[in-house]
């Protein structure tokens, strides 16, 4: 189960960080992702995180302004997001791979575990 929160209404330019907390499994050993979805749009990825860390990947239109980060001991998964744009509104999913294949997948659909989404709204 994964749980998804810290999103929140902020001004443009503003931040904040967006945590999802796993129970009942150990994601530690599997690829990670953060997707959002706007009103009347598709679900898009966002960023995604290898078991360890060490490597990632991001969406052209975050890139420079989101980092996706993991702690493993804790079981959560971060998203800390700066310079926020309205054009970042969005509810916010986690997700996690359902085996240990280690690639990063930019799919909605190679993402087997989801969050229950966390709203996350930028005003201009």
């Known amino acids: 189960q994964l749980q998804a929160c810290g999103g929140g209404l902020v001004q443009a330019g503003g931040s904040l960080r967006l945590s999802c907390a796993a129970s009942?499994?150990?994601?530690?050993?599997?690829?990670m992702g953060w997707f959002r979805q706007a009103p009347g749009k598709e679900r898009d990825f966002v960023a995604a995180i290898n078991w360890s860390g060490g490597s990632t990947k991001y969406a052209d239109s975050v890139k420079g302004r989101f980092t996706i980060s993991r702690d493993n001991a804790k079981n959560t998964l971060y998203l800390q997001m700066n310079s926020l744009k309205p054009e970042d509104t969005a509810v916010y999913y986690c997700?996690?791979?359902?085996?240990?294949?280690?690639?990063?997948?930019?799919?909605?659909?190679?993402?087997?575990?989801w969050g229950q989404g966390t709203q996350v709204t930028v005003s201009s």
């Open positions: 997700a996690s791979k359902r085996y240990a294949d280690g690639y990063i997948s930019i799919v909605s659909s190679e993402y087997f575990y």
């Open positions: 009942g499994r150990t994601f530690g050993t599997y690829v």
